[in-house]
């Protein structure tokens, strides 16, 4: 079987045809950080949000996103209990802590839920094996997938019953561990009962909350019975299923913030110098063998031809030049999941995105580049 001339042609300058490679790899790689950190981002910032076991939740109206919660009364969870189809209901209060590391001493801010030891609304690794502890007088529940500088609480807890530190100049104690992880809002978290959030915050008005978690009885319609707390709760609350609850945080994180913008206008950018890229490679062939073309024009070819052989090359560029693409960006992207403890990972979708966008940045040069040939004369070119 004969190689096709596409192939052929570009092959026939190495180097350039490398070059053209690296090119568009880069342009990859680029759209795969860009994309691979916003996706990130966003999923960091609803873990919290998959993890709660309730059907509806309650947040103020003034509230953005789950790190600028505004509180709201808490007689409104004791309410929603007067629906019939309401289980449970509960809260959770949300605030950030100045941390100090029990190793170094040095101080940085992380999150701390209080929630109801009696009726914890959170599905996380290790939080119910050690939800007993955090009924004790400041303990509190570390979450071991925090960034290092809130240092190596696993490992001390491995050697004692339990670590003593500060936060908000409250001598505190981490009796137990479990797994949340990191945010772009928080490099850190910890858990305990609302009694002893309350200790630690004294700023605080105990009888305001920051969420309220509703679940609901098993059959009971959702839309129902929120439309049912609708009737009976002021106006001072909002009220959202799950799915609604988070995407209530993405569109935060990706409208209200520069961040969505931001990582938009990098994968752009990928995208516009992958295409001038393969625009400038196949411009200098096109450009090099006009001779060749123009004898293929004289003795009867069509420019129908000429256009799916400048695609061929497109097509190959796209292909050869994604692989090594992606193949360092998923080291990359291990590289900075260890070192940010952020979800970062190369997904189905995303890797069909990117080569989507490449072989269309491909097909867009070539069409561009087509128009050196088009405009060639055989008789000229002689």
Not at 4 to 28: C, H, M, N, T
Not at 37 to 64: R, T
Not at 136 to 160: A, C, T
Request: overall charge positive; hydrophobic content about 45%.
């Amino acid at each position: 079987m004969k190689a096709p001339l596409a192939w052929l042609q570009l092959k026939y300058e190495k180097i350039r045809f490398l070059v053209a490679l690296s090119g568009i790899a880069f342009a990859d790689l680029l759209m795969f950080v860009q994309l691979g950190f916003q996706d990130a981002l966003f999923e960091s910032n609803v873990k919290l949000h998959k993890s709660f076991d309730g059907d509806i939740f309650l947040v103020s109206p003034q509230s953005n996103a789950s790190v600028t919660m505004k509180p709201f009364a808490r007689r409104r969870i004791y309410q929603s209990l007067a629906i019939e189809g309401v289980q449970s209901a509960t809260s959770v209060s949300l605030d950030f802590a100045i941390w100090k590391n029990p190793t170094n001493r040095r101080t940085r801010g992380l999150l701390v839920f209080g929630i109801n030891p009696s009726k914890n609304p959170l599905n996380l690794p290790g939080l119910t094996q050690n939800i007993e502890l955090i009924k004790q007088k400041d303990v509190y529940l570390f979450d071991k997938m925090s960034r290092e500088e809130f240092g190596k609480i696993p490992q001390l807890l491995q050697n004692q019953e339990m670590v003593t530190t500060e936060m908000e100049e409250r001598r505190v104690k981490i009796g137990g561990l479990f797994s949340l992880g990191a945010s772009f809002a928080a490099d850190g978290n910890l858990i305990t009962s609302d009694i002893n959030f309350h200790r630690l915050f004294t700023r605080r008005n105990p009888d305001l909350v920051d969420l309220g978690v509703i679940k609901l009885k098993q059959g009971v319609d959702l839309i129902s019975a929120k439309k049912a707390l609708r009737n009976i709760l002021p106006q001072d609350v909002i009220l959202f299923s799950q799915e609604e609850f988070i995407d209530f945080e993405r569109r935060y994180w990706q409208t209200s913030t520069a961040i969505g913008f931001i990582f938009a206008m990098g994968t752009g950018i990928g995208f516009i110098v992958g295409t001038l890229i393969v625009y400038q490679i196949l411009y200098t062939d096109i450009s090099e063998h006009l001779p060749e073309y123009a004898t293929l024009k004289a003795i009867g070819y069509h420019n129908k031809y000429f256009i799916f052989v400048i695609f061929q090359e497109a097509m190959i560029l796209a292909i050869l030049g994604y692989i090594p693409g992606i193949s360092i960006t998923m080291l990359l992207y291990s590289l900075a999941a260890n070192a940010t403890n952020l979800p970062i990972m190369m997904t189905v979708n995303r890797a069909s995105l990117v080569l989507i966008l490449t072989i269309a940045m491909c097909c867009v040069s070539g069409l561009i580049s087509m128009r050196r040939l088009n405009s060639a004369d055989p008789a000229d070119i002689f």
